[in-house]
């Protein structure tokens, strides 16, 4: 079974055992309906037997992933145990059908102790839907309490106890509620954010004296190399697409932007200027390994530019690939409306192939874009030619993409070269959101057609004069290139690594003071998770929990990290290190990140939607603070 299938068989399980124990319950309290013992029996009997369901499914997800399993072994089984035997051992009697307390009185401590096992398997569904990983000591005392509460509210009213009594004891249970809401509502907004301790006025409270300011991590003004310099200018620009449609857009001047194509041993100048986007802009050069200062996050690493503002940014173009670069400033808005564009790295002596064609895969409304254009189109390369097309997806969600009319290799996954690629016939790619593959290929005279799932309108024909491309039939069934297997393996993993933990999952929370259904890691949003601290040199591993029902791309910033298994099977393919990587519903990735690249960097999910509701972390280096403000940071 899937593990997203064993989660929500587990939950059902767990509401539907807490359903029996409230109907036992029911049935004892109610005046002797008829077949009452029947009817407590087979719910008493139901509810033991849902509780070894629980079991089995908390054991088969421990054997998974700790994270999935903790709140349900750690607290849900042993109260509900506990709670179950209480209950039974006060039920017996009713059980056993012998006359109970004086005639006319529903057998009070019996009843009582089946609401008991009720509060406690309902306990078990709360710790798994609104406490999930981590469960802390403080949750579990707080729903002991609860439970231990119904018990006696439950007792006060079956007794029956004073009036005095029943109220003393209902209203212990909603303060407890109250106190525990307001708790979290206040951790909330009062607490400062995990980048806080990294915030140069708090530098000198910390253990490491914090020595280095982001502001300071930025590309060398002596860095040598051949100058390139770019101009950018963000702003509101109504865009007809080649449908004729119009597009209400934000944009660097086109849409998508322009590529900027560079070549390594030159040292890239960008000047963002900001003509009339009120939200501010950022660049921000996802997957290019940039100097933490230039890395475009407004509140962690720049202020954001406003409206006749500039900023400038330089790196050395020395990492040759796939890239792109978009707003980070109120980023999901920001890249949806057209502020993104492609950035080419190309190896100083040019790449092999012949034609080099650049796809960014985008939606603005309804309609996908492949390229600049939301139609089918051709893009004219002689028979025989090689051709590099580098495919981007620049969307929230995963894109599958097909290239139909030939074999291909993938010669590269997120800007790094894969060892040993070997042909893919017929078979489909999955872009997670923000990821980039590059696809090489000899052009057959028939030429080749490049599609997404995500549209028939939009299609890429890549072919000499006379074929038809775009006639090519495409087989959407075909399956997807396991990315884990494809190439030859040849890398050295490091024996010892520090290890991290980060579980994805989607809680009721407070966010900003208001409260959402968020996405949380590690049961926190923005900016309440805690970061990854690391010092410059060090290894870690990374474990990337999904108990969610959403796919998280998650991106890491200023680092590749090295695919080492997925769903505990071992990757065996190339090499794969990667900047974002698709993290679906119920899965389990192990990566490993080598801390070489000081600064603060943010770690978040690239559906932006998902970030700018809470799943949003930092990875942050020892004795680096920062001068901006983290509060402006935006998803
Ligand atoms: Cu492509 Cu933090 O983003
Ligand atoms: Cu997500």
Partial sequence: MSTSALLLVDLLTAVACAAAWAGAAVVLILPAAPRQRFLLRLSVSGALLLFVGQCLTAGALAARAWPLAEEKVDYALPVQLLTACIAIALAVPALRGRPLGAPARPPALAGSALVLAAAGAISGVIARVLVGYPFTALAALVLTALVLLAGVVAYCFAAPRSTRERTGAAALIALVAVVSVGYAWLDDVARP???????????????????????????????????????????????????????????????????????????????????????????????????????????????????????EYRFVADEPGTYWYHTHQSAADGIRRGLYGSLIVLPAEGVPETADLTVPVHTFGGAEWLGDSDVARIEAVAAGETVRLRLINTDQLPRTLRLTGTDFLLAAVDGRDLLGPTPVHDEAIRVPAGGRVDLTFTLPPGGALLSADATTGAAVGIGPAGSSPLQLAVDRGAPEVDLLSYGERSVDVPTSMRDEVMVLDQLPRFLGGIPANAYTVNGSVFPHIDSIEVSEGEIVRLTVVNRGRDTHPMHIHGHHVLVLSRDGVAATGAALWLDTFDVQPGEVWQVMLIADNPGIWMDHCHNLDHASEGMMMALTYRGVFTPYDHEHITG
């Fill in 193 to 311: 954010g995990a980048l806080a301790a990294h915030a140069h006025a708090a530098s000198s409270s910390t253990a490491v004296p914090a020595a280095v300011s982001v502001a300071d991590l930025r590309t060398p003004t002596d860095a040598s190399g051949t100058l390139r310099r770019f101009e950018l200018t963000a702003r509101h620009q109504t865009v007809t697409a080649a449908s004729g449609a119009t597009v209400d857009a934000w944009t660097f001047g086109s849409l998508p932007g322009p590529e900027l194509r560079v070549t390594v041993g030159e040292v890239v100048e960008v000047t963002l200027h900001n003509s009339d986007i009120a939200e501010g802009v950022t660049i921000h050069w996802h997957g290019y390994d940039v100097p933490n200062g230039e890395d475009g996050v407004a509140g962690a690493t720049q202020d954001a530019v406003m409206p006749g503002e500039s900023f």
